[in-house]
C-alpha cells in the first residue's frame, strides 16, 4: 500500500484549533472512488479532498489541477472550506499556479476561482440559485431551532451545490443562544443556516455578522466554519440591501471554535470568500 503525501489544514483560522479541519491526499493518482470514500469515511471529518491533475477539458480552461471532495457520506460536487484548504495544501506542497495570485480549481461543480493575497485565499463564490421557502417547512423548522415565527426577519432557500434554508435572525444573542432539536433537522431533511447582521457589519477591524450551520442531514449537528453557506449568505443579503459589500464573519464560537470569514463583493458584483488557513499535520497516509 502506498505512502501519500498528507496534510490536514485548518480552514477560515491563522491558530490551529480555531476553524474547520480539513484532510488532504496530495497525490490521488491511482486511487478509486471506493478507495477515497472508504479514507473520508475513516478519516471522519466534515470533508477529505484529493489532488489529482486536471482532466483534459479542464487543463484547456486553464485549471491548475483538480480536486475530488468527499464527506462521511458520499462525494460532493463543491464545497467552501475544502475549497480553500485544499489550495492552501497544494501551494505548501509547491504548486504553482500558472498566473501568480490566482488559482483556478477543477471539481465536480466546474472551475472554481481563487485568488492569493495579503496572506488570504478567497474563493469567487459560484453562481447560486435562491426560492422562498415551503411555510409548512419553514414552521417545522421554525419549532425544531426553538424560534418564535416572529423571529425570523427573512427567510430564503439558497443553493449553491450545497442547499441551505436561510434565516436572518435580529440579534447574535439570540443566533447564539440556540438549541436545535438536531433529531427533529435530521428527521426534516433541512439543512439550516442561521444570521445576524449588526449595524456596525461594515467595520471589518471586527466580526459584524454571526453565522451558525446545522447539517444534521449530512451527519454533522452544527458545522464549525462554512464556506458554501458564507458564500450564498452574502449572494442574498448583499443585493437586498441586508448587509454591506464586505464583512467580517464570526462562525463556531459555540463549539469552542473562532472561525473568521471576510466576505467582499467586487465592482463586478462577485462575491468572494475568504480565509486563512493553516497546516497542522504534515506527512504521509497508506492507502
Sequence with gaps: MPERAFQQIDVFSQRPGDGNP?????????????????????????????????????????????????????????????????????????????????????????????????????????????STPNPALLALVTGALGLRPQQVLAAQVLDNGPRWLALLLPSAELVLGLQPDHARLKDLG???????????????????????????????????????LNGSLAQWLIPEGLAPQRYLVAQGERLGRAGRVHIRQDELGQVWVGGQSVTCIQGTALL
Design 190 to 228: 433541512q439543512d439550516v443556516g442561521v444570521v445576524h447582521v449588526a449595524p456596525t457589519a461594515s467595520d471589518t477591524s471586527r466580526p459584524g455578522v454571526t453565522v451558525r450551520a446545522f447539517a444534521a442531514p449530512m451527519g454533522n449537528p452544527e458545522d464549525p466554519v462554512t464556506g458554501s
Design 22 to 130: 480539513l484532510a488532504v491526499v496530495l497525490d490521488a493518482q491511482g486511487l478509486s472512488d471506493a478507495d477515497m470514500q472508504r479514507f473520508a469515511t475513516w478519516a471522519n471529518l466534515s470533508e477529505t479532498t484529493y489532488l489529482l491533475p486536471p482532466t483534459e477539458a479542464g487543463l484547456a480552461a486553464g485549471a491548475d489541477y483538480r480536486v475530488r471532495i468527499f464527506s462521511p457520506g458520499g462525494e460532493l460536487s463543491f464545497a467552501g472550506h475544502p475549497t480553500l484548504g485544499s489550495c492552501h495544501a497544494w501551494l505548501k506542497a509547491g504548486g504553482s499556479p500558472r498566473v501568480p495570485g490566482s488559482i483556478v480549481q477543477e471539481c465536480a461543480g466546474g472551475l472554481v476561482r481563487i485568488e492569493q493575497s495579503d496572506g488570504l485565499l478567497a474563493f469567487a463564490a459560484p453562481p447560486m440559485q435562491r
